[in-house]
């Protein structure tokens, strides 16, 4: 951003060398590298941008046509954002040039006019704080009306509403908060004005943010059209259907449950499936069965997942290419077409798919079918929106759920403490007594958990369970910081190699936080440093070793305990959990935590706040959301 | 009488080239030009209508044209005013003049059309990063405020 750019050009570099720079460094302009930037501004000079934009014949002689009409179309979108960042500059409005740029390619011109004309409507990029203080400085009065509806809509966006991972507040609730914003009381015209304006949309006398409201009516829609449509390739002829199924039980330890042969059998009859299976209730074993009989009729399935981890269990379990959502979608974009009617999409884990997420999806589903498989008692997505588990609870959504544990799973106690939790019930837990398969509890205090994790850990690891088999899993940060530096302690007392910039040291367990598709690398991978030699630093990461640098270790943190939510996605032999009085600890965190493990569960801690945290409401069902509403809305259409 | 017949005529192929551009499915053609005598008889127009009124053959053209075919099938032998009457290449006036029109119009045509073109390229863009817009939850579009 340069504030001194004159506005004759819009910001666009001005001298012809800079220009032609810029012609043949930006990818948007397709098709134009560092020869043609040469032949054009040798051509046309000074006046080299007012060519490409009048379409002058010379530019299309140079570059061809398409590429000619592509450029014009590129400068015409960025002639007036670069304007735009530079009256932002200006302002010192301190807003990242990424979003305004986002904001002003999505609006245009008329667009970045009305933000000249009413600056509050930054907050649909920025904090209320920063757009109130451009807002002052541009002499906005304090009961003007754009003020008023910038801080509904901030209050929206902000904790109360999508922060909290809901998409619908109360009026009232929302005008409450919007009041401490403003620093005073304010009507219900309030609200109204932001309906109005487009900040908000009002939903049954509530009121969402629009981009949350647009998405939830649009997968609502979507999945309500999908429903009762049978697959665009067709429907599998039943004896057909009836003689593969039969084929694949025959060698199989446990012939399929009626309900999990139903699902095998919808997913060949109907578009979308909506697959509901608790913990040890099979559901691996059904989408093994729909890319069996799927791939025998020649469709693809495809699984995705959210975290890179639950793709690579996918991948182990069903033997099928399972990728992340991110890497699906990435594919999609580069990809011109969507997806065709022999593919069979499978969103597993898809209750961690939030409406953003699910969203996307939708959008790249083409004539694909698709199955949502997912357990609804786990935790809500991280990101705002409940889908998954609306869907399960809505009358008119055709689904199965999986809800007998199977036989196999049930010996080791985990399904049956599993649907207790669901319920609200926790029986009595033995203590540990050394490593065999079930549940147990141990008593202690907060300051002697470590000490009892080691005493855990020992005997486990003496039983012969490898240490990266067992997992520490605890609900809160303050558990996670307690551990990490009590171990991380533990592995200083050998004078380790440090990660340069970090306090992680040579052999430590850790858990690597963004995505990274280009390096194959998912939030929520973990694994050890295996070396650290000067600058070069190698680790295993989920299963695969990674040349890492010493600037990756912003990316990286000690993983000896981790969140429920980083876990989620993945299972461990083995499972600690710490459980100790806390408001944020419900049902939902403990079900998701303890259904990590798929041979043993040690509890640690207060039996009392686990029992306190499962009586409390699950977290989705916390959310407010108008997802559910939107589906009634469609079933009220049709009607 | 006579207008009447010709807005008739009009209005008649009109809806013809209408017809074949909501269906998609063009007028009769060999791929490079109009097949006239095919167009005539599915309109129920006459071949006198067709010579008698240019706005019908006016109407034809600029559907082969958007079409890009030729109005109609060229003979192997150029017609005598476009042929060459001695070598130095000289071509009739009137026909010179028509030929530069028709140039002209289609030049002028062409830069709308690649006018359109790049502002359609263009919202592209916006709709891809008002898609991104959206899944950050907020507001979506400018409005009143």
Request: proline share 5%; net charge negative.
């Given at each position: 951003?340069?504030?001194?750019?004159?506005?004759?050009?819009?910001?666009?570099?001005?001298?012809?060398?800079?220009?032609?720079?810029?012609?043949?460094?930006?990818?948007?302009?397709?098709?134009?590298?560092?020869?043609?930037?040469?032949?054009?501004?040798?051509?046309?000079?000074?006046?080299?941008?007012?060519?490409?934009?009048?379409?002058?014949?010379?530019?299309?002689?140079?570059?061809?046509?398409?590429?000619?009409?592509?450029?014009?179309?590129?400068?015409?979108?960025?002639?007036?954002?670069?304007?735009?960042?530079?009256?932002?500059?200006?302002?010192?409005?301190?807003?990242?040039?990424?979003?305004?740029?986002?904001?002003?390619?999505?609006?245009?011109?008329?667009?970045?006019?009305?933000?000249?004309?009413?600056?509050?409507?930054?907050?649909?990029?920025?904090?209320?704080?920063?757009?109130?203080?451009?807002?002052?400085?541009?002499?906005?009065?304090?009961?003007?009306?754009?003020?008023?509806?910038?801080?509904?809509?901030?209050?929206?966006?902000?904790?109360?509403?999508?922060?909290?991972?809901?998409?619908?507040?109360?009026?009232?609730?929302?005008?409450?908060?919007?009041?401490?914003?403003?620093?005073?009381?304010?009507?219900?015209?309030?609200?109204?004005?932001?309906?109005?304006?487009?900040?908000?949309?009002?939903?049954?006398?509530?009121?969402?943010?629009?981009?949350?409201?647009?998405?939830?009516?649009?997968?609502?829609?979507?999945?309500?059209?999908?429903?009762?449509?049978?697959?665009?390739?067709?429907?599998?002829?039943?004896?057909?259907?009836?003689?593969?199924?039969?084929?694949?039980?025959?060698?199989?330890?446990?012939?399929?449950?009626?309900?999990?042969?139903?699902?095998?059998?919808?997913?060949?009859?109907?578009?979308?499936?909506?697959?509901?299976?608790?913990a040890?209730?099979?559901?691996?074993?059904?989408?093994?069965?729909?890319?069996?009989?799927?791939?025998?009729?020649?469709?693809?399935?495809?699984?995705?997942?959210?975290?890179?981890r639950?793709?690579?269990r996918?991948?182990?379990?069903?033997?099928?290419?399972?990728?992340?959502?991110?890497?699906?979608?990435?594919?999609?974009?580069?990809?011109?077409?969507?997806?065709?009617?022999?593919?069979?999409?499978?969103?597993?884990?898809?209750?961690?798919?939030?409406?953003?997420?699910?969203?996307?999806?939708?959008?790249?589903?083409?004539?694909?079918?698709?199955?949502?498989?997912?357990?609804?008692?786990?935790?809500?997505?991280?990101?705002?929106?409940?889908?998954?588990?609306?869907?399960?609870?809505?009358?008119?959504?055709?689904?199965?759920?999986?809800?007998?544990?199977?036989?196999?799973d049930?010996r080791t106690g985990i399904p049956?403490l599993a649907?207790?939790?669901?319920?609200?019930?926790?029986?009595?837990l033995p203590p540990f007594t050394g490593a065999k398969p079930g549940v147990t509890f141990d008593a202690c205090?907060r300051?002697n958990l470590c000490h009892e994790i080691v005493r855990l850990q020992t005997a486990l690891h003496a039983d012969g369970n490898h240490p990266d088999h067992v997992q520490i899993i605890a609900p809160?940060?303050?558990e996670i910081?307690i551990i990490n530096?009590h171990f991380h302690g533990l592995a200083?007392q050998?004078?380790?190699?440090?990660?340069?910039?970090?306090?992680?040291?040579?052999g430590e367990p850790i858990i690597?936080?963004?995505?990274?598709?280009?390096?194959?690398?998912?939030?929520?991978?973990l694994g050890r440093?295996?070396?650290?030699?000067?600058?070069?630093?190698?680790?295993l990461?989920?299963g695969?070793?990674?040349?890492?640098?010493?600037?990756?270790?912003?990316?990286?943190?000690l993983a000896y305990a981790i969140s429920v939510?980083k876990a989620?996605?993945s299972q461990w032999p083995a499972v600690i959990i710490p459980t100790f009085?806390?408001?944020?600890?419900?049902?939902?965190?403990i079900?998701t935590a303890l259904t990590r493990a798929q041979e043993q569960v040690h509890f640690l801690g207060?039996l009392?706040?686990m029992?306190?945290?499962?009586?409390?409401?699950?977290?989705?069902?916390?959310?407010?959301?108008?997802?559910?509403?939107?589906?009634?809305?469609?079933?009220?259409?049709?009607? | 009488?006579?207008?009447?017949?010709?807005?008739?005529?009009?209005?008649?192929?009109?809806?013809?080239?209408?017809?074949?551009?909501?269906?998609?499915?063009?007028?009769?053609?060999?791929?490079?030009?109009?097949?006239?005598?095919?167009?005539?008889?599915?309109?129920?127009?006459?071949?006198?209508?067709?010579?008698?009124?240019?706005?019908?053959?006016?109407?034809?053209?600029?559907?082969?044209?958007?079409?890009?075919?030729?109005?109609?099938?060229?003979?192997?032998?150029?017609?005598?005013?476009?042929?060459?009457?001695?070598?130095?290449?000289?071509?009739?006036?009137?026909?010179?003049?028509?030929?530069?029109?028709?140039?002209?119009?289609?030049?002028?045509?062409?830069?709308?059309?690649?006018?359109?073109?790049?502002?359609?390229?263009?919202?592209?863009?916006?709709?891809?990063?008002?898609?991104?817009?959206?899944?950050?939850?907020?507001?979506?579009?400018?409005?009143?405020?």
């Open positions: 951003m340069n504030a001194h750019t004159p506005p004759d050009n819009g910001g666009l570099p001005q001298s012809p060398s800079m220009f032609q720079h810029y012609l043949a460094r930006e990818r948007a302009f397709k098709n134009i590298g560092p020869k043609r930037a040469a032949a054009l501004t040798e051509a046309f000079g000074d006046d080299l941008s007012k060519a490409i934009l009048d379409q002058d014949e010379g530019v299309a002689d140079i570059i061809g046509e398409e590429a000619a009409l592509n450029a014009a179309a590129v400068l015409e979108t960025r002639l007036p954002e670069t304007t735009f960042l530079a009256w932002l500059d200006s302002l010192a409005a301190d807003i990242p040039a990424a979003k305004a740029i986002r904001l002003a390619r999505a609006w245009g011109p008329q667009g970045i006019d009305a933000i000249r004309e009413n600056p509050y409507l930054l907050i649909a990029i920025t904090d209320w704080k920063t757009v109130d203080r451009i807002g002052a400085a541009l002499n906005i009065g304090p009961k003007d009306e754009r003020r008023q509806v910038a801080a509904v809509e901030a209050t929206l966006s902000g904790s109360a509403c999508l922060g909290a991972g809901s998409t619908l507040l109360a009026s009232q609730d929302a005008l409450r908060v919007a009041e401490r914003l403003l620093g005073y009381k304010c009507g219900a015209e309030v609200a109204e004005a932001a309906v109005k304006a487009g900040g908000a949309i009002g939903l049954a006398g509530e009121l969402q943010p629009p981009g949350a409201a647009h998405m939830e009516a649009y997968c609502a829609l979507k999945l309500a059209q999908l429903a009762p449509q049978t697959p665009c390739s067709g429907i599998t002829d039943p004896d057909t259907l009836d003689a593969l199924l039969e084929e694949y039980e025959a060698p199989q330890p446990f012939p399929l449950t009626d309900a999990q042969r139903e699902a095998v059998r919808m997913s060949h009859r109907h578009r979308l499936l909506v697959l509901a299976g608790y040890g209730s099979g559901k691996t074993t059904v989408l093994k069965e729909v890319c069996q009989t799927q791939e025998t009729l020649r469709k693809t399935p495809l699984i995705i997942t959210l975290s890179g639950a793709a690579q996918a991948n182990e379990a069903t033997g099928r290419r399972a990728i992340t959502v991110a890497r699906f979608l990435i594919e999609q974009e580069k990809s011109d077409t969507l997806l065709d009617e022999n593919t069979v999409l499978i969103a597993d884990e898809a209750s961690m798919l939030g409406l953003v997420e699910v969203w996307r999806i939708l959008r790249r589903l083409g004539d694909a079918s698709l199955i949502l498989c997912g357990d609804p008692a786990q935790l809500p997505p991280v990101s705002p929106g409940v889908v998954f588990h609306a869907l399960v609870r809505h009358p008119d959504i055709r689904k199965v759920v999986l809800d007998r544990v199977h036989r196999q049930e049956a649907e207790g939790v669901r319920d609200g019930i926790i029986g009595t205090e300051d809160t940060n303050k910081d530096t200083m050998g004078g380790p190699t440090l990660w340069p910039g970090t306090n992680i040291a040579v690597w936080t963004v995505n990274n598709a280009e390096r194959g690398l998912t939030n929520g991978a440093v295996l070396s650290i030699e000067d600058e070069r630093i190698c680790a990461l989920d695969t070793e990674h040349e890492l640098k010493e600037e990756d270790g912003q990316f990286v943190q939510h989620q996605g009085p806390s408001k944020i600890v419900d049902r939902s965190l079900y207060s009392n706040a029992q306190r945290a499962i009586e409390r409401p699950a977290a989705a069902d916390v959310r407010k959301t108008g997802f559910g509403r939107y589906l009634d809305l469609v079933k009220e259409m049709k009607n | 009488m006579s207008h009447s017949k010709k807005a008739e005529a009009l209005r008649v192929l009109g809806s013809l080239i209408e017809a074949a551009e909501v269906t998609g499915k063009p007028l009769p053609n060999d791929g490079t030009s109009l097949q006239l005598g095919q167009i005539l008889t599915l309109s129920g127009l006459s071949r006198q209508q067709l010579s008698r009124y240019p706005e019908v053959k006016e109407m034809l053209s600029e559907y082969a044209t958007t079409q890009g075919l030729s109005y109609s099938r060229q003979g192997r032998v150029a017609a005598e005013e476009t042929a060459p009457s001695d070598n130095t290449q000289m071509v009739p006036l009137a026909r010179l003049q028509e030929v530069s029109l028709r140039l002209s119009a289609t030049e002028r045509k062409n830069a709308e059309l690649k006018a359109e073109n790049a502002s359609l390229r263009a919202q592209l863009f916006r709709a891809d990063e008002t898609a991104e817009l959206i899944a950050l939850g907020g507001r979506i579009a400018p409005g009143k405020a």
